[in-house]
């Protein structure tokens, strides 16, 4: 697959995109990190975390790379606006694909912001929407072949972490 990464800078966020990275080229076609898109014309432009194109699905995480839980009114921003609006420009460009929406924070998220993406997990049906918290993001990297991505996490993150 080929990666595109249109950051040059260094933050929280881009960095768990950057580590994110390391996921999912396995298996998709395409993968960029810092993708700024145009939901429709004259509205604002809006940065994509990690957008991966795959066989069969379009997808689109969102990285919070912090010390501390996302809250129930992010959440609510997320599932109302970023979502809707990243999904229209989904929409436009591929149609033809399965639509999902990630959120990684290692941070977690508080139980009200959980609640809230269970809730939108469980009744959305025309796209998919995930969420990983610390022991999810985690899992998923010891699940990988390499440990690149679970030393990213270790030196950056989670410096608890054995």
């Not at 995480?61 to 990243?86: F, H, M, S, W």
């Not at 918290?133 to 440990?147: C, F, H, P, R, Y």
Request: hydrophobic fraction near 35%.
């Amino acid at each position: 697959g080929v990666v595109n990464l249109t950051r040059n800078h260094w933050s929280h966020s881009a960095g768990i995109g950057w580590s994110i990275s390391a996921v999912y080229p396995q298996y998709c076609k395409y993968l960029e990190i810092g993708k700024k898109v145009m939901p429709g014309l004259g509205e604002i432009k809006r940065d994509i975390d990690v957008f991966a194109l795959f066989e069969e699905e379009a997808k689109a995480v969102e990285c919070k790379g912090y010390n501390y839980p996302i809250d129930q009114e992010y959440i609510k921003r997320y599932l109302t606006e970023i979502i809707p609006a990243t999904r229209k420009w989904m929409l436009d460009k591929f149609p033809e694909k399965k639509h999902s929406f990630e959120i990684w924070s290692t941070g977690g998220f508080t139980k009200e912001a959980l609640s809230e993406l269970q809730a939108a997990k469980d009744k959305t049906k025309k796209y998919q929407i995930d969420f990983l918290d610390k022991e999810g993001i985690l899992s998923k990297a010891k699940n990988l072949k390499t440990n690149k991505f679970y030393e990213v996490l270790k030196d950056y993150y989670f410096k608890d972490i054995a």
